[in-house]
């Protein structure tokens, strides 16, 4: 099976056919249910929607959720970039859940005068563990592995590492508005005139100090074992990448609210993590697995050429 028809099966077929399912079997009950149907329980139901109102909106919504991620899929497969398994099966998952809903709302009106003699909401549960099962399915499916390790472009920094040479780099950033901003702005909330409680205040304050001090400055070092990240001035919540699960390293310049803005980022679509105090030079590890990794700090390409000197000495050793 093709990579391509993998993808498709994966984040179209299989959340497509759950909404297919759904939507043909509140066409063939159609005379076996009330409407409006119960739509919210609180115990008892004690909500309702038309029958095709909502329908039309589990169906729509499913729609537009297989079409975002298959569309998604494919066009980071094109790119050499297939999205990573943990989110092809959460994608899959998160689009088969109109369908989920829209079933288990179609059995617990099956047959019942009216909405008022609905069967209890928890049927939904079991539906909402169909759509679990779809995104694991979906993610065993198209879950494809990581592009092969490439030999070392000529084009990538280096910086001249010979062979039984070693060598260590370090490099920090930090950001003086962020660290006002994190440390004041709580400080300034605590004591303006809200009625607040000195206790409250106190922890309003306690808390916009340990944010600071967990997250306004970012290092970075570079040693045989690998690449060790850390933020704040405790060195905590800190990273370790060993260097065998490094493919590659560059560097490139990021916008301050790129990548999802500074702190700790994830994109669940591009597998891309992001370290950030600033915007500016970042070291870019690419990894065996597929994903990247974003670190804002100074002097990224020496950082880039010496992980990039170390994963050539590793695969000459190893040959």
């Not at 039309?56 to 297939?82: D, I, K």
């Not at 916009?208 to 040693?223: C, E, K, P």
């Amino acid at each position: 099976m093709t990579k391509p028809i993998r993808v498709l099966l994966a984040t179209a077929v299989l959340p497509g056919a759950a909404l297919a399912i759904a939507g043909a079997l509140e066409n063939a009950w159609a005379g076996r249910l009330p409407d409006p149907v119960a739509t919210h329980w609180a115990g008892a139901p004690n909500g309702s929607t038309p029958l095709p109102v909502f329908t039309g909106v589990c169906l729509g919504l499913g729609a537009v959720a297989v079409l975002l991620l298959a569309s998604t899929a494919v066009t980071m497969l094109r790119r050499g970039r297939p999205l990573p398994r943990a989110t092809v099966g959460v994608g899959a998952g998160f689009a088969a859940l109109p369908a989920a809903v829209l079933l288990s709302v179609l059995v617990a009106n099956l047959d019942v005068p009216d909405w008022h003699a609905a069967r209890g909401g928890l049927v939904v549960v079991l539906f909402m563990l169909g759509a679990a099962a779809i995104g694991v399915v979906a993610a065993l499916v198209g879950g494809l592995p990581a592009p092969p390790v490439c030999e070392q472009a000529a084009d990538r920094p280096s910086v001249g590492l010979r062979a039984g040479q070693r060598a260590f780099w370090s490099s920090r950033a930090a950001n003086p508005a962020m660290l006002w901003a994190l440390a004041l702005v709580p400080v300034a909330i605590a004591l303006l005139p809200a009625g607040l409680s000195w206790p409250v205040a106190a922890w309003i304050a306690l808390v916009g100090a340990v944010v600071t001090a967990l997250t306004y400055r970012l290092s970075a070092s570079v040693d045989a074992k690998g690449v060790t990240i850390r933020f704040g001035l405790l060195g905590l919540p800190w990273r370790h990448l060993d260097l065998g699960s490094i493919r590659e390293a560059t560097a490139r310049e990021l916008s301050a609210f790129g990548d999802g803005g500074l702190g700790l980022r994830f994109n669940p679509v591009t597998g891309t993590t992001a370290y950030k105090v600033r915007g500016g030079p970042a070291l870019v590890l690419g990894l065996a697995n597929g994903r990247t990794v974003l670190v804002s700090v100074d002097d990224p390409e020496t950082g880039a050429g010496l992980v990039n000197d170390l994963i050539a000495q590793r695969i000459t050793r190893i040959d």
